[in-house]
């Protein structure tokens, strides 16, 4: 099992189809952790010249050395070694397989966004379709509520009762562009969280929140009787703060800024906040802006998220576009040649889109799970599931049999 973009957590030691997989395989379980994240520390701070040493093709040189480590103090070296993952661990199990095939006999890349883009306007676009699944008229009202706050933020004397309805930290203060699109992306975020991982089962892992779905966020988008859109958006974004007991919603761009700069590990974006953007600007973009018009949201352009590049890490957009193109040169996005990799993919999950969600060949095949979020197969099973999901995640376990034979 392959670390990813935060601290490597133990629960999936425990829980998750993995386990049942290698149960049923008679298989060894192994969990390594992604440098630079959770307490895998290289260097002795997150300064950007340090952070070169951060990239996925050196998290798979790691996996390589590790495999190769291990084969050969625990004798495993005639083996078969699979790799799994979700999300960004997904393509690295994809791409493990590709560039060391070797050393891996097969992969499950779950949820995995193969194909690096600098702006990623459609993740909003099957935010809005997720919610749409729920009931049609939700996304429409998300929209409305949303271009009434844009339009009431550009009269300030609204200020003091956006701050009071949104309980911020501090009172409103937008005096660029880039403060009113950080105060919108959070607010955003809200229904960008809760349609990502809709319905996995993640309690697990520690998470809070797994009540919130699609449906709940929609039920309350729906309610008349508590105003207007805007008055209903209002109340998602109470609803978000009491499931997370926040005690007021930190909207501030220069908080955001001070963080995301501080190097050291005890920093608040040390868990993984600051090497995540870091690696977005210089290998994957996939910046989830507002720039399509069949999408719910406004005011998070990507000229923003790019931005941020230069402010954190002195990258400037060029940089990122240039960077970006060598991670699909060097990886192939979508072209992916190579076998016995499975990559499964859920229809909510917005980074599906990204993914592989047809068969590129009978040894690269693709598991598309209608109604079912990001990682959903990852999960461990349990009565409610979508009877797809169940049969998604026998389905890969056939291939890894079929394969192990291989």
């Known amino acids: ?56 093709r050196q998290a798979l040189a790691d996996l390589a050395h590790f495999r190769t480590v291990m084969a050969e103090t625990r004798g495993l070296t005639n083996r078969k070694w699979v790799a799994f993952g979700g999300s960004y661990p997904g393509s690295l199990a994809a ?15 779950t949820s995995a966004p193969v194909h690096a883009t600098v702006n990623f ?33 550009k009269d300030p004397k609204t200020y003091d009762n956006i701050t009071k309805d949104f309980n911020l930290c501090s009172k409103l203060q ?3 562009e880039m403060d009113s699109a950080y105060f919108l992306e959070t607010l955003a975020g809200s229904f960008m969280d809760v349609v990502q991982y809709n319905e996995d089962n993640r309690g697990f892992e520690g998470v809070m929140g797994t009540n919130i779905t699609i449906k709940v966020l929609c039920s309350v988008m729906g309610d008349a009787s508590l105003g207007d859109p805007y008055a209903r958006y209002v109340a998602v974004a109470r609803l978000m703060m009491d499931t997370f007991s926040t005690k007021c919603l930190d909207t501030s761009f220069s ?51 790019v931005k941020q590049c230069a402010d954190f890490y002195n990258i400037s957009a060029e940089q990122v576009a240039e960077a970006v193109a060598q991670t699909n040169e ?37 598991v ?15 009565g409610e599931d979508l009877p797809q999901l169940s049969l998604a995640r026998d389905h890969i376990y056939v291939l890894l049999q079929q394969w192990m034979k291989q």
């Open 1 to 56: 099992m392959i670390g990813g973009e935060g601290p490597a957590n133990p629960a999936w030691m425990q829980y998750g189809t993995w386990l049942t997989y290698a149960e049923k395989l008679g298989a060894l379980c192994l969990l390594l952790e992604h440098r630079f994240y959770g307490k895998s520390h290289p260097t002795t701070d997150l300064s950007t010249e340090n952070l070169h040493f951060l990239s996925s």
């Open 95 to 109: 791409w493990f397989r590709l560039k060391y095939p070797h050393l891996v006999h097969a992969s499950v890349a």
């Open 121 to 153: 306007p459609e993740y909003l676009e099957v935010v809005w379709r997720s919610l749409a699944s729920e009931n049609a008229e939700c996304p429409v009202l998300v929209k409305k509520a949303s271009d009434i706050l844009v339009e009431r933020l």
């Open 174 to 176: 937008i005096q660029t």
């Open 255 to 305: 908080t955001y800024i001070r963080d995301m700069t501080n190097t050291s590990w005890d920093g608040p974006a040390a868990g993984g906040g600051r090497q995540w953007v870091y690696q977005t600007c210089s290998e994957f973009g996939f910046y989830q802006s507002t720039d399509s018009p069949n999408q719910p949201f406004t005011g998070f352009p990507l000229a923003y998220q």
């Open 330 to 366: 060097y990886y192939g996005g979508y072209d992916i040649r190579s076998s016995r990799i499975v990559f499964p993919n859920g229809s909510i999950d917005p980074w599906h889109a990204l993914g592989i969600t047809q068969d590129i060949a009978p040894d690269l095949p693709a």
């Open 368 to 382: 598309f799970i209608k109604g079912t979020a990001h990682c959903a197969n990852m999960y461990p099973a349990r």
